[in-house]
Structure formats: structure tokens, C-alpha cells
């Protein structure tokens, strides 16, 4: 199931400054063979034993992974916390609605592939199927924001 949260909460079981927590947080933890072939997937980014990545662009730290990989890595690590998911692309989201017992907030919509398969909770309440599902959940809440004048 993923869990999906759509009105933001100021919790310390938040992560919404993704950068900034995985720079202080999750960059300095050890990376599982999982989670540095995710790196390589998500920026195409080899990480070296001492916490550096080559890309095509040359050599840099952990802390120059894209918003997007430290998004991921900050949820897969981190599996107890909320996670904001606004600042990633297509490639990352795909990922994510692919993940099993996941939190995750976003307040509006993004368009990406969700598995027909995929179990999604809004808001710890309104459960959905796959992407029809979650197309679905997010007409009504436009709906309902655009009557509630918000």
C-alpha cells in the first residue's frame, strides 16, 4: 500500500526538505547494493567507497545526486517518515508507485506510470486501485477544493 497525504503537516516523521535532510541525514548513512543501484538508475551515477559519484559530467559528492535520487534514497532508507515527492520527475515517480508500504505527500497530482496493480491510500481513508484509481481520487479533490473556494 502507499500511502498518499495531500495537506501538509509540520511532524518530525516529515521529510519535506529532501536536499537538505538527506545531506545531513541519509548521505551519511552506509548504502545497501539496493540503494546504489538506484543512484545508478535514477542519475547514472556510480558511487565510490568514500561517498563519491562519477557521472557523465565528471566527479562530485553524494550531496550532488539529483532532487530526485535523494527523494528516493530518503524513502527507502526512511520507510517510517512522510516523504514529499513534489520536487521529482517521471523517472523517480515511476519508481516510488512501483514501492510497497511507502508514505508519501503531494499535494496536487503528477502525471506518471502507476501500476494497474498498485494499492493507494489517500489521506488515511479513500483507497484506490491503479492509475484509473488514482485519476479518479484526484478529480473529486479538485472538485471538492474548487467548492470549498481553496
Known amino acids: 500500500m502507499i500511502d498518499i497525504y495531500t495537506e501538509k503537516k509540520d511532524s518530525k516523521d516529515w521529510i519535506l526538505q529532501n536536499d ?41 559528492t553524494i550531496r550532488n545526486l539529483s532532487s530526485g535520487c535523494k527523494t528516493l534514497l530518503n524513502l527507502v532508507k526512511h520507510p517510517d517518515k512522510v516523504v514529499c515527492v513534489e520536487e521529482c520527475g517521471p523517472n523517480v515517480l515511476k519508481i516510488i508507485f512501483m514501492m510497497d508500504n511507502i508514505k508519501i505527500y503531494m499535494s496536487r497530482p503528477s502525471f ?3 501500476p494497474d496493480d498498485a494499492k493507494i491510500r489517500f489521506n488515511d481513508s479513500d483507497i484506490v486501485i491503479g492509475s484509473a484509481g488514482y485519476n479518479t481520487w484526484w478529480s473529486r479533490e479538485y472538485k471538492r477544493r474548487e467548492a470549498d473556494d481553496l
Open 112 to 114: 506518471t506510470e502507476i
Open 20 to 60: 537538505l535532510y538527506f545531506n545531513l541525514n541519509t548521505g551519511n548513512e552506509e548504502m545497501s547494493q539496493n540503494e546504489i543501484n538506484l543512484i545508478q538508475q535514477v542519475d547514472e551515477a556510480r558511487l565510490t567507497l568514500d561517498k563519491h559519484i562519477e557521472t557523465k559530467y565528471g566527479l562530485g
